[in-house]
């Protein structure tokens, strides 16, 4: 009698022996019986021997049509990681290139794969994919978590949440990202019933039910379809279909709608044999059934980024129950569930083609090196993930991953965490060991930064082991900042001694942001720091500054006494009065008109500007902040950074009375916020509103909320209040709309 694992082998071999007649089964079977003798007496959790996992694997492979090596690294998949077997012993009795895959998936397996933030996840992602370097390793891996999920039952609650979340957030969508439907919607619905069990069962439960009200509605359809295509000359082969559990479970618990509300729980494939007949099986359903507005999508046009291509549309039939409709080739269809794994099942029927012009491979090409000028079958070996090449992905010591170019030393990684940690850096350490500065960072490694309150600082030497901008940016900004905080506080210094010499003082030329900023152009500089760096540096003489300065500030005096005298005389004529002596009148003249609007209480003219967070139109009560060098910043009174008491006390001095002007023609930018129920055509109705008030629309963003509402931010130009009202009034009666309030404020 033949034991359990010798009676699953020769299944096995059977099954490829259907699958790949060319196999060299001898070989093979010298794998399993290499694996079998190392893995020994180990037994699984279920009881089996261990023995059965890598034929387990093997068999996923097979049913995917993947190459011998493939077939054989499989069986031979866990020997390094759980045997005393090692690379060279492999390479020896097989192949350099399957003890290279069986040596990449031990690799996925070492690592650690804990839960995320999102953006560390999909780095995560990347590193799983950049470690595996040949496509080949990833399938083998995805089969054998894959048979781990099957089987999971045996292992203790922690471990069965551990692998779930692990195979939801990694596995599933790396399966996507390769095109492998078929194997994502497995491990999804697997995972999904360990993380989830409640739910997984509700929603089991509420399509079991469906089916049985519906199987015939199922078959009825189907079978329409069938003979209408077939009336009309179509090829075809239906297929009725509820969609896989997760996909519906994320719709019922995401957009929290119940099975029946969900669209698309039945679908029908049409398969054909070309494309052409795709848009004539198209027209036929469109002519058959109702079809639902904006439910078309056509991915053979432009097909999803993993290479997936059919046309989706969905329809109502008779009875109302709507269902989705997906049209394909057969060809597009084995794309659709094996993905990448396509290749292998097509490789016969393209050796006398060139793999370059076709079409659906295109992302194969765009995923994968090839390799030119080799046989298909060489392609085939040596097709290598390098999407992530001139990456290189870390951990820091609590997981999360840092993602780096390619070449990147431990003075990277320093710098990619702070600034302050590349700085202090006095020494690194690579998956526990110490490291030189220069050691260049591998997928997967372990870096921890030794740091020192007494470390000197960076080397200038730095700069050129660095390979990152941002490590080399923060090191010079270093050796600037170093001798720039020296620079400034030695041109301080002998800047304010030649003031004084000058009769002057700092307060007198930094009176106001608009005169200091006038002296500082006159000496070129934007900033007072700037200025005392480039004295401390010599750049320019603490002399020669507060010489200018001095002659600006003569200049603005002067031109202010004559400005004062004009208005003074023209106040004097336009009442009647005798004229006064400059200075008295000149006080009292308020211009009316104002070339932005605002008019600040004794200042003329200056500049001023709207502020963003409660965009103020004429008609708002406002008030005027005068802020360090860009004008008077105007707010509502009842914008809450203008709320008195929420006021710094040291900056109560630069509040200000500030009034509209009459401002003509000019319109003003305001913003408003909509909240509304979700649905198509929201934002174009709010922009007809717009446009049929004759308004100036500036920028529209609508979002969805996930709970079916939608927000709608408006940036618009009006010219007063009134206008905004109006507005505003109209925006309330859009259909959907219950809250339009201005944006701040
Ligand atoms: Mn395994």
């Known amino acids: 009698m033949m034991d359990l694992a010798h009676e699953r082998y020769e299944a096995l071999e059977q099954h490829i022996r259907e699958s790949n007649p060319a196999a060299d089964l001898a070989r093979i079977r010298a794998a399993f019986e290499y694996a079998d003798k190392h893995h020994g007496s180990q037994l699984r959790k279920s009881g089996e021997p261990y023995i059965i996992h890598p034929i387990a694997v093997a068999e996923i492979i097979t049913e995917l049509e993947l190459d011998q090596d493939s077939i054989i690294a499989a069986l031979l998949h866990d020997c390094i990681e759980d045997t005393d077997s090692t690379h060279d012993d492999i390479a020896r009795l097989f192949s350099p290139q399957v003890a290279d895959l069986v040596e990449g998936v031990t690799k996925l397996t070492r690592m650690q794969y804990t839960s995320r933030e999102d953006e560390q996840m999909e780095n995560l992602r990347k590193m799983f994919m950049a470690m595996a370097k040949d496509v080949r390793v990833i399938l083998i891996k995805l089969c054998d978590r894959l048979h781990n999920m099957r089987t999971l039952q045996y292992q203790s609650d922690v471990k069965q949440k551990e692998k779930s979340l692990e195979t939801m957030e990694v596995y599933a969508p790396i399966a996507h990202r390769l095109g492998m439907q078929k194997l994502k919607w497995e491990l999804e619905d697997l995972a999904l019933c360990y993380l989830d069990p409640v739910g997984f069962h509700d929603v089991e439960e509420a399509l079991n039910e469906l089916t049985r009200e519906n199987s015939e509605f199922l078959e009825r359809m189907q079978k329409q379809i069938e003979e209408r295509l077939n009336e009309d000359g179509l090829h075809c082969t239906v297929y009725g279909r509820l969609k896989h559990l997760y996909s519906i479970y994320r719709k019922m618990y995401a957009q929290n709608k119940t099975i029946r ?102 992302w194969v090409r765009k995923l994968l090196e090839s390799q030119q000028d080799t046989d298909p079958d060489e392609f085939v070996r040596t097709l290598r993930v390098d999407m992530f090449a001139d990456e290189v992905f870390v951990f820091t010591p609590n997981g999360d991953v840092k993602s780096l170019p390619a070449g990147a030393t431990p003075i990277d990684f320093a710098y990619s965490i702070h600034s302050a940690v590349g700085n202090s850096m006095t020494g690194a350490r690579v998956n526990g060991r110490i490291v030189t500065f220069e050691t260049p960072l591998k997928n997967g490694d372990i870096v921890e930064i030794i740091t020192s309150k007494s470390a000197k600082g960076p080397s200038r030497d730095w700069m050129k082991i660095c390979k990152s901008n941002e490590a080399r940016n923060k090191i010079r900004q270093w050796f600037k900042k170093e001798r720039r905080e020296e620079n400034i506080a030695t041109g301080r210094a002998s800047f304010e001694t030649e003031l004084k010499h000058a009769g002057l003082s700092i307060a007198a030329i930094t009176a106001t942001p608009d005169l200091l900023d006038t002296l500082l152009r006159r000496v070129r500089f934007g900033a007072l720091d700037e200025l005392y760096a480039a004295i401390g540096y010599g750049g320019m003489s603490a002399q020669k500054a507060v010489g200018r300065m001095k002659e600006e500030m003569t200049r603005l005096g002067r031109l202010e006494r004559q400005r004062a005298e004009a208005e003074a005389l023209r106040t004097a004529v336009s009442s009647g009065e005798t004229i006064f002596p400059a200075g008295k009148a000149g006080a009292q003249a308020k211009p009316r008109h104002s070339e932005n609007g605002i008019i600040v209480e004794g200042l003329d003219n200056c500049m001023v500007k709207f502020s963003k967070c409660c965009t103020p139109v004429p008609g708002d009560p406002v008030v005027g902040f005068i802020t360090r060098g860009y004008g008077v910043s105007i707010h509502r009174q009842d914008c809450p950074n203008a709320d008195p008491a929420r006021r710094k006390p040291e900056e109560a001095g630069r509040w200000v009375k500030v009034d509209w002007a009459e401002s003509g023609e000019a319109t003003f930018r305001t913003s408003l916020e909509i909240s509304a129920k979700d649905r198509d055509g929201l934002a174009l109705d709010v922009a007809m509103a717009l446009s049929a008030q004759k308004v100036r629309l500036n920028n529209i963003s609508a979002r969805s909320q996930p709970d079916g509402y939608a927000m709608v931010n408006l940036e618009l130009s009006v010219k007063d209040k009134t206008e905004l009202s109006a507005v505003v009034n109209k925006l309330s009666q859009v259909s959907g709309v219950f809250l339009v309030r201005r944006a701040g404020g």
């Open 261 to 362: 509300e969900i669209f698309d729980i039945y679908a029908f494939r049409v398969m054909v044999d070309d494309i052409p007949s795709c848009y004539n099986v198209l027209g036929c359903i469109h002519d058959m059934f109702k079809p639902v507005l904006g439910r078309f999508k056509d991915y053979i046009g432009t097909p999803k980024p993993n290479g997936y291509q059919s046309l989706h549309t969905t329809v109502v039939g008779r009875d109302g129950i709507p269902f989705e409709v997906q049209i394909r080739t057969w060809q597009m269809h084995q794309t659709a569930e094996y993905g990448v794994a396509a290749h292998w099942k097509y490789k016969q029927g393209m050796a006398n083609s060139n793999l370059g012009t076709e079409r659906e491979f295109e």
